[in-house]
Every structure is written in C-alpha cells, then in structure tokens.
C-alpha cells in the first residue's frame, strides 16, 4: 500500500490541545508542538528509531476497522517529524510490529507475530528496502497456541536474529532464530524450562558477534518474574549457562503489556550491549513504597532498574529509580552521546495526569538528567527518544481521554530541558 491518508477527528484534539484545525489535503496535524498520525480506529506506537539521513522510523500496528482487525505498519519521516511515506503490512490475518530497526542497506527490519484470531499463531519478521517495499517476508509458526517476535538485530554478516516466545499450556520457551540476509533460517533454538515461564525480550548482538538475550523468567511455584540472561554463540552454541537474577526486580507480569493490551508497552526489559558486558533495563517493583502497594501480576510497575553484567553473568553494578510516578511503563533504552543510557516511558502523577519521562544516566547508571512532559487530556506515554545534540525527538503513543479505545502515535521535539518545542511559533 501507498501513503495512507490521516484523518484526525476534531473531538480528539479538542480534548487534548486548544485551537486544534486540520489543513485539508495533509496527512499530519501539528498543535502545541506535538505532530499527531492516526485514523479513526487508532494506532499503537511500538518503536521509534533514528534513520541514518537524521529522520525517524516508527513501527507498530494499525486497528484496521471498527472490528479491531491489525496490520503491522512502517512510517518514515524527516528530522521534523514530516511524513515521508507510511506502509502497513500482513495479509487477511492480524499482524503487529513490536519493534522496526534500519539495516545497513538503508532499508528496515520489523519483527512481531500474525495469526487469525487473539493467539497469533506465527512469529512475523519483514525485510524493506528504503522505501518501505517488501523484500522478503517469512512467518515462524509455533505450536499450540502461538509464537511472538519481540525483538531483533542485525548481526554481523548482516543477517538477523529475532527473539521472543512459544505460547503453550504446559510450558513456554524463549525463542530464538537466526536468519541470514534473505530471511532463511539458519538455526532455531526452544529453551524450555519445565519450572519456569520464559518471555524473550530483547536480544544484543556482542563484540564478536554473540548473541545476548534478556528474558523475563517467571517460576511457576510463586509467579513471580524476574530478569535471566542468555549468552549463545553466533551459531546457537550456549556460551554460558542460562543466569537468572531472582534478587533483581520483581518484575510486573508482562503478559499485562503483550501484544494485544491496547496502548500498552511490550518493552519491559531491554538489554544494551557494551565492550565490557551488557546493561540490563528492566520496570521492576520496589517493595516498601509509601502508599503504593506491591502487585506482581497486576501489571503495575513502580520503578524502572538498570544493572549491569560482565561477560560471564556477573553483576557489576545495579541502580533503581523509584521516583518516577506511579504505574510507570518504560519503552525504550539507547546509549545517549555521553555513553551512558537514554531511557524513555511514561507514567501517570498523583493528580493521576498522564506524562511521557526521560531519564539520562552516566555509563555506570547514575542518574545525570530527568525530565516530566505532562500532555493533559490523554493518556501518553514515550515510545522512544533520540538525543540529537541540542534536543531530543520522542516518539509516543497517545490516547485522548474523552474516545474510547482510540490511539494516535506522534512525534515531538523538546529542549535540553524537556520542554516541548513548537516549531509554529
């Protein structure tokens, strides 16, 4: 498909900015220095990600009629937000995107899962060129009810590995597959754990090509769910034995934030490769909060917490941030340009208005910078954030508070100092 026309319902924008209009003939509204995209049936942001010509890529997936039908959706812009083309992807099943990343060829990879019904029965991974046109596409059946791509790299050769999970009664393994360029397997591995649930997250690729996965463990006896790490080979081979960090977190229960939560995150843990080792981002729950008690399967997290690990699986250091509203969702984690970590999310104050955050920390996770952007009227949160030196773009998923179960995703840009920026002035 071609450019998809945008149309932004009055009512929505009413609800969120003032002295809101749309120019007939655009695809794009810009009000209060936020630029909204979206229909009248919504969609949810995934992903963003800077494109090597200094525009942005988002990602996610578009409700595709009243009936809630999905396809997964591709949008690249320029460094101001302005809409270069948008393309949705699937056939007559429903398809999602949980992340899209640029390639080295200029063209992107989106990974997610498709399937006719709630459980998506297959892992979904398509390869585009520049453009945004299909180069290949490949389906991963799973078994029993379903298998999901959360996340994937690029390897070295520049072929791919995507990661995330089998869904089944009776266990549920991380998932891993290694691709080479045109999208054939070249090896597949099931990591099952007859006490444990496993969600794969996010996958790095090492120094030497290693692949390096953080999961979200969860042992059947207590429910409750923590961060692990797996190390394998470029070939699959397991460079250590699977390491789980029970005194790390707790974690909230993902399955709150999977794929077909409206407007919620999927992105719960991130794992960031470093030359020493791998820093972990994980939301986690702290227990002993003043007026903010714990629930480990509710969904709810209250703070978000960085560690970091060597290539052996020992911790070198750990951080938490509890300060950071209530039900805090975190959806993305990059290095900034200091070499520490961009994190971004939002979460909701206790006059319960919705803001997206952006937490700076230093190359040993200390807290450098912070930054609240309250959007009233909605609920927003932060799906992403590029430092470009004298700003920072963020890319958001948005919910006008007054419709019902309708999403926009958007773009802004802020100040050194989180205050948005409206280039109409």
């Known amino acids: 498909m071609g450019v998809k026309e945008k149309i932004l319902a009055v009512i929505c924008f009413c609800a969120v900015f003032s002295n809101c209009s749309k120019a007939p003939g655009t695809t794009t509204a ?40 999905e396809q997964g959706f591709i949008q690249k812009t320029d460094k101001n937000g302005n809409l270069s083309w948008f393309q949705t992807y699937g056939g007559p099943n429903q398809e999602i995107f ?27 991974i398509v390869k585009t060129d520049g453009e945004g046109t299909v180069i290949w596409q490949k389906y991963f059946p799973g078994y029993l009810l379903g298998a999901y791509f959360h996340d994937v790299k690029e390897t070295p050769d520049h072929g791919f590995v995507a990661i995330g999970y089998c869904y089944a009664y009776a266990e549920n393994p991380l998932y891993i597959v290694r691709l080479d360029q045109s999208g054939d397997s070249l090896w597949t591995r099931k990591i ?11 996958v790095a690729v090492g120094p030497n090509g290693e692949i390096a996965i ?83 399967n509710c969904g709810i997290s209250l703070s978000v917490t960085l560690f970091k690990v060597d290539f052996s699986g020992n911790i070198l250091w750990t951080h938490s941030y509890d300060d950071l509203g209530n039900n805090v969702v975190f959806n993305d984690a990059v290095v900034n340009p200091q070499g520490g970590i961009l994190i971004s999310g939002g979460a909701v104050d ?51 508070l007054l419709t019902n179960r309708v999403g926009f995703f958007g773009f802004l840009d802020t100040d050194l100092n989180g205050k948005i920026i409206d280039e109409s002035k």
Not at 44 to 63: C, E, M, Q
Not at 104 to 122: N, Q, R, T, V
Not at 192 to 202: E, F, K, P, R, Y
Not at 229 to 252: C, D, E, K, R, V
């Open 214 to 296: 953080a999961s979200a463990l969860e042992t059947w006896s207590d429910s409750i769910w923590h961060p692990a790490f797996t190390y394998l080979s470029q070939y699959g081979a397991s460079l250590l034995p699977q390491i789980s960090f029970p005194n790390i977190g707790p974690m909230p229960w993902p399955e709150n934030g999977n794929t077909w939560q409206w407007g919620t995150s999927t992105n719960y843990e991130k794992i960031i490769s470093q030359p020493d080792g791998f820093i972990f981002v994980i939301s986690s729950d702290l227990k002993g909060i003043t007026g903010n008690p714990i629930c480990h």
């Open 98 to 124: 949980n992340i899209v990343q640029p390639t080295s060829d200029g063209g992107f990879i989106a990974a997610g899962s498709s399937g006719p019904d709630y459980y998506h029965d297959s892992a979904y």
């Open 192 to 202: 099952v754990d007859s006490v444990h649930n496993q969600i794969g997250a996010s």
């Open 350 to 400: 206790i006059s319960n208005t919705n803001y997206c955050w952006l937490l700076n920390t230093d190359a040993n996770g200390n807290r450098v910078s912070q930054y609240f952007i309250p959007i009233k009227g909605t609920t927003t949160w932060a799906c992403g954030a590029v430092n470009t030196g004298n700003s920072y773009a963020i890319g958001v998923t948005s919910s006008p």
């Open 30 to 69: 810009s009000t209060s220095g936020v630029k909204l995209y979206g229909d009248r049936y919504g969609e949810i942001l995934r992903s963003f990600k800077p494109t090597a010509d200094g525009g942005y890529v988002f990602g996610g997936y578009t409700i595709t009629s009243a009936y809630l039908g």
